[in-house]
């Protein structure tokens, strides 16, 4: 089961666990005017009414608590939680990507930098359309560029698989990335979590990003994992 299945799965047991709530609240409601034969029709709609609304409203909380508490996100996806910074390497290339991956509204978005060696940004994407099943996150994405002095985009296709120890959020990636562009660059991708706490917030300011990429280039040199690289 994947990560968005599990939370969907959790948001059945909510709706599940509000309908019953109003079942009971019914019953208790019938019970008390069930010798009022207009009360009791009344009762009836009424009653109905509030189980639709605490269905909503309560799948409201529970969404926007998951959309708010980290805590609760790793807790409900385990093994699925990919959430967090990332950096890359494109294999055998002095090039390093910095990867976001966000979880709302049970949605998964991926944003991404791209660096060279000497920390200069070579190019920025976001993925617009995301899959993520099993271990494997596909992505269809767009990356702004400048030819010919006007602006134009590039379009391509991501895959990203996920390790990690069993029972456990995964800590490495090993992937490729392809650009739908006449040129057909394709790269393959080693990557690694990010979990220092100094280090994630250097980088939550962007602008001081490239500072930081001389630790990040160490931090991968020496904690990178031994992946197969993806066909």
């Given at each position: 089961?994947?990560?968005?299945?599990?939370?969907?799965?959790?948001?059945?047991?909510?709706?599940?666990?509000?309908?019953?709530?109003?079942?009971?609240?019914?019953?208790?409601?019938?019970?008390?005017?069930?010798?009022?034969?207009?009360?009791?029709?009344?009762?009836?709609?009424?009653?109905?009414?509030?189980?639709?609304?605490?269905?909503?409203?309560?799948?409201?909380?529970?969404?926007?608590?998951?959309d708010r508490a980290m805590w609760l996100r790793r807790f409900i996806l385990g093994e699925s939680y990919i959430e967090g910074?990332?950096?890359?390497?494109?294999?055998?290339?002095?090039?390093?990507?910095?990867?976001?991956?966000?979880?709302?509204?049970?949605?998964?978005?991926?944003?991404?930098?791209?660096?060279d060696g000497s920390g200069n940004i070579t190019a920025t994407w976001e993925d617009y359309l995301v899959s993520y099943k099993?271990?494997?996150?596909?992505?269809?994405y767009q990356a702004p560029q400048f030819r010919s002095g006007a602006p134009s985009e590039i379009h391509g296709f991501s895959?990203?698989?996920?390790?990690?120890?069993?029972?456990?959020?995964?800590?490495?990636?090993?992937?490729?990335?392809?650009?739908?562009?006449?040129?057909?660059?394709?790269?393959?991708?080693?990557?690694?979590?990010?979990?220092?706490?100094?280090?994630?917030?250097?980088?939550?300011?962007?602008?001081?990003?490239?500072?930081?990429?001389?630790?990040?280039?160490?931090?991968?040199?020496?904690?990178?994992?031994?992946?197969?690289?993806?066909?």
């Amino acid at each position: 089961m994947s990560g968005m299945d599990k939370y969907k799965r959790f948001l059945e047991w909510v709706r599940l666990l509000a309908l019953f709530s109003a079942v009971f609240i019914a019953e208790l409601i019938i019970k008390t005017l069930e010798n009022t034969t207009i009360l009791f029709m009344i009762t009836v709609v009424v009653t109905g009414l509030i189980a639709i609304a605490s269905m909503h409203i309560l799948e409201l909380l529970v969404t926007t608590l998951f959309d708010r508490a980290m805590w609760l996100r790793r807790f409900i996806l385990g093994e699925s939680y990919i959430e967090g910074i990332w950096i890359d390497q494109v294999i055998d290339e002095d090039l390093y990507g910095i990867i976001t991956i966000q979880i709302r509204g049970g949605e998964i978005s991926m944003t991404g930098e791209q660096f060279d060696g000497s920390g200069n940004i070579t190019a920025t994407w976001e993925d617009y359309l995301v899959s993520y099943k099993g271990n494997t996150l596909r992505g269809i994405y767009q990356a702004p560029q400048f030819r010919s002095g006007a602006p134009s985009e590039i379009h391509g296709f991501s895959t990203y698989i996920f390790h990690g120890a069993p029972g456990k959020p995964p800590n490495h990636y090993s992937g490729f990335f392809a650009d739908a562009s006449a040129e057909g660059r394709r790269c393959q991708l080693e990557g690694i979590r990010i979990t220092d706490k100094a280090m994630l917030a250097k980088l939550s300011e962007p602008v001081r990003r490239h500072l930081v990429l001389h630790d990040l280039k160490k931090m991968v040199y020496n904690q990178k994992p031994t992946v197969t690289a993806v066909k």
